[in-house]
Nanobody, 127 residues
Framework: QVQLVESGGGLVQAGGSLRLSCAAS????????MGWFRQSPGKERQFVAA????????NYADSVKGRFTISRDNAKNTVYLQMNSLKPDDTAVYAC???WGSGRFYVYVGVDDYHYWGQGTQVTVSS
């Protein structure tokens, strides 16, 4: 079983940048496809970005495409989310998720696709 711990959230002005990290332990990280999701108060959890276990394929929600970049370092057991040109609508708790046993280039966008979740980190974008 893998444990996930996010970091890097905070308060930033609109137009600014943040980089989130998600450190994994307790499993073979390279066996897991990874994803980032976000949730605002009163809203359902929303897909943000995903990356295959190989790092060779990525997918993004339309709302973040061109502004956010997901990447991973399997040697460091860490997945990242670089967020640029942040908007107030990006304010949410961001959580990473892991799916075991996926294909080399498979990415997953559904909440129910993932087996393990981190606790999340708060991102607040002020206008």
């Amino acid at each position: 079983q893998v444990q996930l711990v996010e970091s890097g959230g905070g308060l930033v002005q609109a137009g600014g940048s943040l980089r989130l990290s998600c450190a994994a332990s307790g499993g073979t990280f390279s066996n897991y496809a990874m994803g980032w999701f976000r949730q605002s108060p009163g809203k359902e959890r929303q897909f943000v970005a995903a990356i295959s276990w190989s790092g060779g394929n990525t997918n993004y929600a339309d709302s973040v495409k061109g502004r956010f970049t997901i990447s991973r370092d399997n040697a460091k057991n860490t997945v990242y989310l670089q967020m640029n040109s942040l908007k107030p609508d990006d304010t949410a708790v961001y959580a990473c998720a892991a799916k075991w046993g996926s294909g080399r280039f498979y990415v997953y966008v559904g909440v129910d696709d993932y087996h393990y979740w981190g606790q999340g980190t708060q991102v607040t974008v002020s206008s």
